[in-house]
């Protein structure tokens, strides 16, 4: 068992930056896991933001490409997500995920774990 909690959300103007952190906990070794931030905004599909691999390789989607920087520190077995530039359409409710083995999990359906997510709000 794998246990996520996310922090770092809250509220911040169009530009500004945030940076979530993902912490995990549980017998298993983190280093081994995939791990990818997705988002939810209100009356639409949960969508994938980025996600790394056990060996560091790393994937976005294309509309926060260059804005947002995802990363992880094995040692405290912890994601990070920096986010630069945020804009309104940003606003969402971001839930980290977890799944282990090598690769990039081809969808939300191919994670193992997930945390209880923390909303970032973007003002205009």
């Known amino acids: 068992q794998v246990q996520l909690v996310e922090s770092g959300g809250g509220l911040v103007q169009a530009g500004g930056s945030l940076r979530l952190s993902c912490a995990a906990s549980g017998r298993s070794t983190f280093s081994n896991y995939a791990m990818g931030w997705y988002r939810q905004a209100p009356g639409k599909q949960r969508e994938l933001v980025a996600a790394i691999t056990s060996g560091g390789s790393t994937n976005y989607a294309d509309s926060v490409k260059g804005r947002f920087t995802i990363s992880r520190d094995n040692a405290k077995n912890t994601v990070y997500l920096q986010m630069i530039s945020l804009k309104p359409e940003d606003t969402a409710v971001y839930y980290c995920?977890?799944?282990?083995?090598?690769?990039?999990?081809?969808?939300?359906?191919?994670?193992?774990?997930w945390g209880q997510g923390t909303q970032v709000t973007v003002s205009s």
């Open positions: 995920a977890a799944r282990r083995g090598m690769g990039f999990p081809t969808g939300p359906q191919n994670y193992d774990y």
